[in-house]
Nanobody, 122 residues
Framework: VQLVESGGGLVQAGGSLRLSCAAS????????MGWFRQAPGKEREFVAS????????YYTDSVKGRFPISRDNAKNTVYLQMNSLKPEDTAVYYC????????????????WGQGTQVTVSS
């Protein structure tokens, strides 16, 4: 599956952004979807994931309550609504797809997007 992210940008602390990831090439509903991020000088880390039906979601502790993940299987798109942004959220955000949500949450990803930059100024 091919993934294309959009929606990144520069925002002040406390602001919001919504990332989108459009999928093509395979059956979207067959994949769990997720978001990872990589800050300068750091390893890529898990942010959030959503099951194939959208019924289950998982988050890293630092974004719980701030970054709800959702998907629209009719539009082959997954979203990450980023609220109450902090400077430490600055990173390149990557969309991810994998058949199994459990292994994807551990970092095993079948397909990656190209990434979109999110910069939060203080």
């Amino acid at each position: 599956v091919q993934l294309v992210e959009s929606g990144g940008g520069l925002v002040q602390a406390g602001g919001s952004l919504r990332l989108s990831c459009a999928a093509s090439g395979r059956t979207f509903s067959a994949y769990a979807m997720g978001w990872f991020r990589q800050a300068p000088g750091k390893e890529r880390e898990f942010v959030a994931s959503i099951s194939r039906s959208g019924g289950n979601t998982y988050y890293t502790d630092s974004v719980k309550g701030r970054f709800p993940i959702s998907r629209d299987n009719a539009k082959n798109t997954v979203y990450l609504q980023m609220n109450s942004l902090k400077p430490e959220d600055t990173a390149v955000y990557y969309c991810a797809a994998h058949p199994n949500i459990a292994t994807m949450t551990l970092g095993r990803v079948e397909s990656w997007g190209q990434g979109t930059q999110v910069t939060v100024s203080s």
